[in-house]
């Protein structure tokens, strides 16, 4: 018998992820990707033992740990006064707590990671500069129609992997718009020797301050730093290629540290990110359409685990559908399983935002809480993200 094929629309972290997962599975997989070029913009992400373990059941992890830094530690930082609120050991500590590594790396070299264990993958055919325009179920599948293409692309299954403004779920459910956060995220990288030595450790550090926050962590093997700076915002565009510029960043950060100051002061180039999010979907798919990462649960990054999410998707999606040969059934058990887990990360993730940004007595309150607890205690109360297992 062939091999069935699924086509999933958009080679992010999550197609490339499911594309795997698929062809591991022992489905033909057909990766259709509107740009022309794969490129993640210039910053990192810091996947949690939850994302780390499915990368290792993959087989994938050594490729992506080659580049990536398990941090030794994460301190949560009063940014106005420049102390320690909290913080905890990480690295191998937090590695045996749950059960996986806990790394951070440039999406680049996530992306290259990844992509390269999908070239060498005979059973998955990779096609640039196709962008996914519609699609019809078909009595055996779906017929997928793509910009430019003479004929529709046919396949049991597709996963509509198409991001934030995913055209699948538009589609399926065109109510389900994204949400406008009122927030930027800033994003630059800087080599790790412009700064000083402390803030050059591989340590992960969140900085805290009425309004706005600010994260730091090491990417590129330790050779440079990726900072996140989150502010409010009401510039509505979508996109990196927005450049910021540092001034506007700087007033959010007015009477903030010294040591803040020296990571905000040190790049020469700021990306902004508008913040977008989803409310939890009351359904993801229909017959043999799904949706899968960000196209399904985008959520804003205080939790960091919008990548680590769609990690676990597509494990989830390829175990469902190796199970027995009903698609729409496999995709609807899918569903059935992530639904509520993504929809639990996308509300601890917008609660976070509150809390992040407290002022006034609010934000004092928060900050003896912190301080009077142990950063242990502060990993633990996430051990329901960190420790899941498929
Ligand atoms: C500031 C910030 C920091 C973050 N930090 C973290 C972190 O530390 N840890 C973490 O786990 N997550 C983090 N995230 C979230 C993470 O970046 C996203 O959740 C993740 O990248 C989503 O991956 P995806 O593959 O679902 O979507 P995307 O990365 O958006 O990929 C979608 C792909 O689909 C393609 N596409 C779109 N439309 C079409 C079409 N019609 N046809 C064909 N192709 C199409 C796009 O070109 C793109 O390549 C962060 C996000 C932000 C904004």
Redesign the pocket.
């Known amino acids: 018998m062939a091999p069935r094929r699924i086509a999933i629309?958009?080679?992010?972290?999550?197609?490339?992820?499911a594309a795997l997962a698929l062809a591991q599975a022992g489905f033909e997989v057909a990766l259709?990707?509107?740009?022309r070029e794969?490129e993640?913009a210039g910053?990192?992400?810091?996947?949690?033992a939850n994302?780390t373990r499915c990368l290792r059941s993959l087989g994938v992890y050594e490729r992506v740990a080659a580049r990536a830094v398990v941090p030794r530690a994460f301190e949560v930082m009063d940014g106005r006064r420049g102390t320690r609120l909290t913080g905890a050991p990480m690295g191998e500590t937090a590695e045996a707590a749950f059960g996986g590594p806990f790394i951070?790396i440039h999406?680049a070299d996530l992306q290259a990671a990844l992509l390269a264990a999908v070239r060498e993958t005979p059973a998955i055919t990779l096609t640039l500069g196709?962008?996914?325009?519609g699609f019809e179920a078909t009595p055996d599948g779906v017929a997928l129609h793509?910009?430019g293409a003479a004929e529709p692309l046919r396949a049991q299954a597709l996963v509509g992997?198409?991001?934030?403004?995913?055209?699948?779920r538009l589609a399926l459910r065109p109510d389900a718009r994204p949400s406008f956060r009122h927030r930027a995220?800033w994003?630059a990288t800087v080599p790790a020797s412009a700064l000083p030595d402390r803030l050059a450790e591989p340590v992960t550090r969140l900085w805290l301050g009425p309004g706005a926050h600010l994260?730091s962590y090491p990417v590129q093997a330790g050779e440079a730093i990726n900072l996140?700076a989150?502010t409010p915002d009401e510039r509505e565009v979508h996109g990196w290629n927005e450049e910021g510029a540092p001034g506007d960043l700087l007033l959010h950060y007015r009477g903030w540290s010294t040591e803040a100051h020296a990571l905000l002061a040190a790049p020469d180039r700021w990306l902004r990110?508008a913040?977008f999010d989803l409310d939890p979907l009351p359904a993801w798919g229909e017959g043999p359409v799904t949706l899968?990462?960000?196209?399904?649960h985008?959520?804003?990054?205080f939790?960091?685990?919008?990548?680590?999410?769609?990690?676990e998707d597509a494990v989830v999606l390829a175990d469902e559908l190796s199970r027995d040969g009903d698609i729409p059934a496999a995709l609807r058990r899918y569903e059935a399983l992530r639904r509520p887990r993504t929809a639990r990360v996308q509300r601890a993730a917008r609660g976070m935002d509150r809390l992040y940004h407290l002022a006034g007595p609010a934000r004092i309150a928060r900050d003896l809480v912190m301080r009077a607890r142990a950063g242990e205690t502060v990993l633990e109360r996430y051990r329901w993200i960190y420790g899941w297992r498929p």
């Open positions: 629309a958009g080679a992010g972290i999550g197609g490339l992820t259709v990707e509107r740009a794969l993640e910053a990192g992400v810091q996947l949690a994302a951070v999406r196709r962008t996914l325009t793509l910009a992997a198409d991001g934030l403004r995913s055209a699948v995220a994003r994260v996140v989150v990110w913040l899968l990462g960000d196209a399904a985008a959520m804003p990054p939790l960091a685990q919008g990548a680590a999410q769609a990690i």
